[in-house]
């Protein structure tokens, strides 16, 4: 299988209990990728001037408790 028609059809060809299965594995997999790219801007620095506000916020008092 190697173009998204072909896996379609091979979808539509599973039982409902296999498609949840799928759809577990499929979520994981996603899940995984996006805790990479979370890391991978972490690592970079990317999501340092959003910490930054967000402390700065909770400091000066303009944060609620959940």
Do not use: H, N, P
């Amino acid at each position: 299988m190697s173009t998204v028609e072909e896996i379609q059809t091979a979808v539509q060809q599973l039982t409902i209990e296999e498609r949840d299965q799928l759809r577990d594995w499929f979520q994981a997999y996603e899940d995984d990728d996006w805790d990479r790219e979370i890391a991978a801007d972490v690592a970079a620095g990317k999501l340092d001037k959003l910490a930054e506000e967000a402390v700065k916020d909770f400091r000066e008092g303009r944060c609620t408790k959940l």
